[in-house]
């Protein structure tokens, strides 16, 4: 039993697999790891940290959706004993960019999964979307340790996925910068003496945008986030705030807390992730330059701490730190998320569904910014009125409602994409 001295974070009747205290010996030679979405922006900063600690550990396989060149790039700098990629027409390029390296590869998702079952001390979950959510099981039902960047996994399985995992064994570390955060800030009291966490939000491009400019936001200005650099998606989820109402549910799912628990802090800096307040009233924060090297190193190094290379924290420098309260009418996709969370039985599922759904068109100029939001609540009130709210219990079911959610979204996407604002 790997876990067998792990604490993990226990919630009235509730377990959650992310773990509060490790009183197990930290292995000493070489870890094995794996990457899930190695291609990508946390993927980037995962492979940064591995490449600078040379000899401390091993890369066992690397994934991507159709990035050929760069994956076998890194499968050859790594050495990595297997690489997959999702996109089924790459598999021909994939071995030809591999020839001679004797590292074994596959193609389309069962490779991916392939790649998440192959045993490993540590994985890092870091595919965009609910397409990692598959991948994802597959780690965790081999009961290892988890590095989960990927929130999108989390909101489409709701409870079911931290269940999942604790019933495996398998421990859930949060990558996310605030999840991560209160993960730090977790661990200085118990958890029956928590009475609130606050993640904080850069507030994004449109921060202080009128809700007429933000409607008609550009794809390039919607790009342009002013503290992280982040994947695509995840930076249009940013500035529509559905970023920070996925987190929100993320933590709800994380550390088993109910909507009322969990509070949203605009703060512009993006020095301190998050904070959790214990009954005592004493809050405690975890400050960082905006880097996710940081986080992913937290988890990459733990139980112990490693050598991060973000710039140091200068507090005298920064000078100040400021803080808004959020605004739930110019970011409708932030109340839609509390909603969602409320109503359980799969909202959250087809919240995320919808607003991948919605980016893509946005991407694609189907849709103004502003319709973004709109699509996402269409589908939700929708979903609701067909009497489709049921509990999940499998992840078969968060599957099944992921699919009939993106169809719901795409049929209702001409009539929205027509709707003036
Ligand atoms: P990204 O778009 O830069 O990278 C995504 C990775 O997943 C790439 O390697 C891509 O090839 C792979 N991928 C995409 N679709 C896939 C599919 N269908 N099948 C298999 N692989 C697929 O995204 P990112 O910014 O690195 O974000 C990854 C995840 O981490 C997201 O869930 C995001 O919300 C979360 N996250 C990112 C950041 C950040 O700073 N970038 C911070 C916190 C959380
Ligand atoms: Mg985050």
Redesign the pocket.
């Known amino acids: 039993m790997p876990m067998a001295s792990v604490t993990l974070l226990w919630v009235g009747e509730v377990m959650s697999a992310v773990p509060l205290k490790n009183d197990k010996p930290v292995e000493a030679g070489v870890r094995t790891v794996t990457v899930?979405?190695?291609?990508?922006?946390?993927?980037?900063?995962t492979m940064d940290l591995l490449r600078g600690a040379p000899g401390r550990y091993r890369v066992e396989a690397l994934?991507?959706?159709?990035?050929v060149e760069g994956l076998a790039k890194l499968a050859r700098e790594f050495d990595a004993r297997f690489v997959a990629v999702?996109d089924t027409a790459r598999f021909g390029e994939l071995k030809d960019a591999l020839a001679g390296s004797g590292i074994e590869c596959g193609v389309g998702?069962s490779a991916?999964i392939e790649a998440a079952s192959r045993p490993t001390d540590w994985l890092m979950a870091?595919?965009?979307?609910a397409?990692?959510l598959k991948?994802a099981l597959a780690a965790v039902d081999r009961g290892t340790t988890i590095a989960l960047?990927?929130?999108?996994?989390l909101v489409c399985a709701g409870d079911f996925f931290m269940q999942r995992a604790a019933k495996a064994g398998a421990c859930i570390l949060p990558?996310?910068?605030e999840h991560n955060a209160l993960f730090q800030a977790l661990s200085s009291g118990n958890r029956d003496e928590l009475t609130r966490v606050i993640i904080t939000a850069s507030g994004g491009p449109f921060r202080t945008w009128a809700a007429a400019d933000i409607e008609n936001a550009t794809l390039a200005q919607a790009l342009k986030h002013p503290n992280?650099?982040?994947?695509?998606?995840?930076?249009i989820?940013s500035a529509s705030m559905m970023?920070k109402g996925?987190e929100v549910i993320e933590a709800a799912c994380l550390f088993a807390l109910e909507p009322e628990e969990i509070d949203v802090l605009v703060h512009p800096q993006s020095i301190i992730h998050g904070m959790v307040e214990f009954s005592d009233r004493s809050v405690v924060a975890q400050l960082g330059t905006p880097d996710?090297r940081t986080p992913i190193a937290h988890c990459l190094g733990w139980p112990e701490r490693i050598a991060g290379p973000a710039v140091k924290l200068d507090l005298a420098s920064i000078g100040q730190l400021t803080f808004e309260a959020p605004d739930f009418a110019r970011f409708p996709a932030l109340r839609l998320a509390y909603d969602a969370l409320r109503t359980g039985n799969g909202a959250t599922t087809v919240y995320n569904a919808a607003n991948e759904i919605a980016v893509a068109a946005f991407i694609a100029e189907k849709i103004r910014f502003g319709a973004i939001a709109r699509l996402v609540e269409a589908t939700m009130n929708d979903w609701v009125r067909a009497g489709n709210l049921a509990p999940l219990s499998s992840a078969d079911d968060a599957i099944a409602v992921d699919h009939n959610a993106r169809n719901m979204a795409a049929s209702l996407l001409p009539q929205i994409a027509a709707m003036a604002s």
């Not at 899930?36 to 900063?45: F, H, K, P, R």
């Not at 992280?228 to 930076?235: F, N």
Request: proline content about 2%; aromatic content about 2%.
């Open positions: 899930l979405g190695a291609t990508g922006s946390i993927g980037d900063s994934t991507a959706n159709s990035n999702a998702e991916i870091a595919v965009s979307g397409a990692g991948p960047a990927n929130k999108e996994c990558a996310d910068s992280w650099s982040m994947g695509r998606k995840i930076t989820d970023n996925l996710m």
